[in-house]
């Protein structure tokens, strides 16, 4: 009988995507599928690492917190996305995970993990470009946050969610921002209303419509030129 890993939908964007039949059906052994609420935290920094996740469906933040209470979001994972695997090799998770909407996560145990990685290469090789892409978003937003300004910040961000979120051709594109303006605010270094004036400002350039929670990319080519610092409307 085939494994149910090998009719997983979204198997093929997560590390397992090259697997074989036999091989999901070992792993399948070591994977249980659980639901988490919105607003769920999935484990704390400095939590000891006992399990790494694949998100099924749902999105979840990253962040770390202060000692004064101040969080900063590291980044937003979607569907494909593995959590926890920048902390296999440690003792505890390096940050926080909240789940941001009803959110589905495939949980394997840290230490079947580890073993998993010493007899198939084809899953270290995914990992390694996994690590690798996660490397370069967060250069590029050090970049972004040391470099842009406000409005570019903004626009970066926005350009992120829309290349997540989009699964086809249409234009415009409907996103979900879904994060609060304050959580943005925190991610991108930038005060509240900085950020609101900003959204406002690309709404009156007719590069977005903003409806609550939803935003319409109008004009996704200028909005990436403003979120390389290559627009005069910057």
Known sequence: MPSQCNFCTIRKTTIFGDLQEKDLKRIEQSIREKT??????????EDPVEYIYLIKRGNIK???????????????????????????FNRTYLATAETIVESVLCQISAKDFRKLLEKEPEINLR???AVSKELEKNENLLFTLGTRTAKE??????????????????????????????????????????????????????????KGKEIIIRNP??????ARGDSKNS
């Open 36 to 45: 988490f609420p919105k607003k769920q935290i999935i484990f704390w920094e």
């Open 127 to 129: 990992l390694l470009k």
């Open 221 to 226: 080519q200028v909005l990436g030129e403003i």
């Open 62 to 88: 990253l962040y770390k917190t202060q000692s004064d209470g101040r969080s900063q979001i590291l980044r937003i994972d979607g569907t494909g996305g593995i959590l926890g695997f920048d902390s296999l």
């Open 153 to 210: 910040r903004i626009a970066y961000f926005l350009l992120n969610l829309y290349n997540s979120q989009c699964d086809c051709d249409e234009n415009p594109k409907k996103i979900h921002l879904l994060i609060s303006r304050q959580e943005v605010s925190e991610h991108l270094g930038l005060k509240q209303e900085t950020v609101i004036r900003s959204l406002s400002k690309l709404k009156e350039e007719k590069i977005i419509d903003i």
